[in-house]
């Protein structure tokens, strides 16, 4: 393939303007995603929250598998009435609102996070809100084992508190910051950032701006994809109306949809290997066209200062 035919080829990627677009692209980046998987497992760590990182690479893999699945759609018959193939555009929106979740909780946790202090606020916030919501199941804990296993993890809530509080950045931090931190304990959540010596709040939409994602690209992305999932009335006549139509609307919003997955996707994997930067190695073994697909979405979205190496120069 020379340079012309290069360059016609990842345009198609990278605009995905078909379904089959789409999923070539997918297919791309799943095969990059379960190289990782291979070659990389059980590279050398050095903590727990390094661990946890690494198996969010098994979770990304597995969300675009399936969303994969999704989009090639569902027919039913019963007796002799036949419901031809559909794609239902709010269960595509739903899996990958949960990718752009699980992409944005990476990012905050363990690539924005600049020093070793702020990684261990955040990391600790995060896995507080998840043992804390599963105190909610005190009360069917019936065994033994399940009510040592409450215990142990009420200390290590408190060890993880414990941490917070006596590590160097929150002890660094005024009354004000110091609160906000404490309210978010109280709250089971931890989408904060700091901002030189300030705590911001996050919501999941604010998720993109820690993400570094250009100004216009996605700024509401978030609300766009809940109103979808979420059994709102404006769902319900959206559904209605995708289906009423001859122009078969739910074929583009699908489409949509799952460019939407691909780009946030390709956000990830760079976000991956700057954190683990040995998984570049194997990015570079990748073809051209590979290398491009993946590094040339997340280029778009997000600026020259994330891409991943400079292959996207070999198509200017």
């Excluded at 955040?122 to 896995?127: E, I, K, R, S």
């Excluded at 005190?138 to 408190?158: G, M, P, T």
């Excluded at 590590?167 to 609160?179: E, F, P, T």
């Excluded at 930067?277 to 979405?297: D, R, T, Y």
Aim: hydrophobic letters at 40%.
């Amino acid at each position: 393939m020379d340079k012309a035919q290069l360059r016609i080829e990842a345009l198609r990627l990278l605009r995905c303007e078909t379904q089959k677009d789409c999923l070539d692209v997918v297919e791309i980046y799943l095969n990059f995603l379960f190289v990782i998987i291979r070659d990389h497992q059980m590279d050398k760590v050095d903590s727990l929250a390094e661990a946890e990182a690494r198996i969010m690479n098994q979770m990304i893999f597995t969300k675009l598998a399936q969303l994969r699945e999704t989009v090639k759609g569902i027919d039913f018959q019963y007796e002799d009435t036949h419901l031809n193939r559909i794609i239902d555009p709010t269960i595509v929106a739903s899996n990958t609102r949960n990718i752009y979740e699980t992409v944005g909780l990476f990012n905050l946790v363990f690539v924005n996070t600049k020093t070793a202090d702020k990684q261990l606020i955040l990391y600790n916030l995060w896995v507080h809100s998840g043992l804390k919501y599963r105190q909610r199941f005190e009360n069917l804990a019936n065994s033994d084992e399940n009510k040592e296993k409450i215990d142990s993890e009420k200390r290590q809530i408190e060890n993880l508190i414990k941490e917070i509080k006596e590590s160097a950045l929150y002890q660094s931090l005024d009354a004000k910051n110091q609160g906000k931190i404490d309210t978010k304990i109280k709250e089971k959540d931890y989408k904060i950032r700091f901002s030189g010596t300030d705590v911001e709040f996050l919501s999941w939409q604010d998720l993109i701006k820690p993400l570094g994602v250009k100004a216009g690209m996605l700024d509401t992305i978030y609300n766009y994809f809940s109103l979808y999932t979420h059994p709102t009335n404006v769902a319900v006549f959206q559904f209605s109306a995708m289906f009423k139509n001859e122009d078969k609307a739910w074929i583009e919003l699908s489409t949509f949809n799952l460019k939407i997955a691909i780009m946030i996707t390709s956000v990830f994997i760079a976000d991956y290997i700057k954190f683990f930067p040995k998984v570049k190695v194997s990015f570079e073994k990748l073809g051209l066209k590979e290398q491009i697909a993946i590094n040339w979405q997340n280029t778009f979205l997000r600026g020259e200062d994330y891409k991943i190496n400079d292959c996207l120069e070999t198509i200017k």
